[in-house]
């Protein structure tokens, strides 16, 4: 059964680079590695998504070794803004969890 | 636009009266799903589908029905609430097919059992 860890919580500062990084055990050949973004009381929101290498978008980049057992989630110049709960859930089991709890702080 | 929502988005009730939350979907999604978030314990799944008559158990089904008659819609049926039923409920819906998905969420139904 598919299964992601990721760390509870992070600190950072406003203007600093922030890399969230999730194990994915077991994860399927065909599986895709997805990011969400849950603000308080707001449903989660798709942020990235990626199978191998690298993905960059307006909002964040994706880096996915070759042996895709981690992803890392990079938040480039973080604002007081990007402090929300980040999710790694595997694709088969839609199993959210804890997530990540980013904090930023002025 | 693209979206799914909730209804009620705040609702107040008493032990053991019945009440549906409704989700309803316009992106013609095969898959929805009902999450509920605590403190502390995250998002956990209640009950997802697949299809139309297609439903499953998710991580925390005790408590709870729910059903998909229509494509676009999936109701949580709580028949006798409870207050450790107090939680704050998404719904969220995917389409079916390979490669990646993205699941959207509706904006929450915050429910309080007296």
């Known amino acids: 059964l598919a299964k992601t860890t990721q760390p509870i919580s992070m600190d950072s500062y406003e203007g600093q680079e922030v890399n969230i990084t999730c194990s994915h055990n077991n994860i399927a050949t065909n599986d895709y590695i997805t990011w969400y973004q849950q603000f308080p009381s707001q449903g989660p929101r798709f942020i990235i998504q990626?199978?191998?290498t690298k993905v960059t978008n307006e909002v964040a980049s994706l880096f996915i070794p070759a042996d895709r057992k981690s992803s890392t989630l990079s938040l480039p110049r973080v604002s007081l803004s990007d402090t929300a709960v980040y999710y790694c859930?595997?694709?088969?089991?839609?199993?959210f969890g804890k997530g990540t709890t980013l904090s930023v702080s002025s | 636009e693209a979206q799914v929502t909730q209804n009620p988005r705040y609702l107040i009730t008493v032990t053991g009266k019945k009440l549906t939350v409704t989700c309803s979907q316009n992106m013609n999604h095969e898959y929805m799903s009902w999450y509920r978030q605590d403190p502390g314990l995250g998002l956990r799944q209640i009950y997802y589908s697949m299809n139309v008559e297609v439903t499953d158990k998710g991580d925390v089904p005790e408590g709870y029905k729910v059903s998909r008659k229509e494509k676009r819609n999936f109701p949580l049926i709580l028949e006798s609430p409870s207050p450790n039923q107090t939680s704050l409920y998404f719904c969220a819906s995917w389409p079916q097919g390979e490669g990646g998905h993205e699941q959207f969420f509706g904006p929450g139904t915050r429910l309080t059992v007296l």
């Open positions: 990626g199978y191998k």
């Open positions: 859930p595997p694709q088969e089991a839609l199993i």
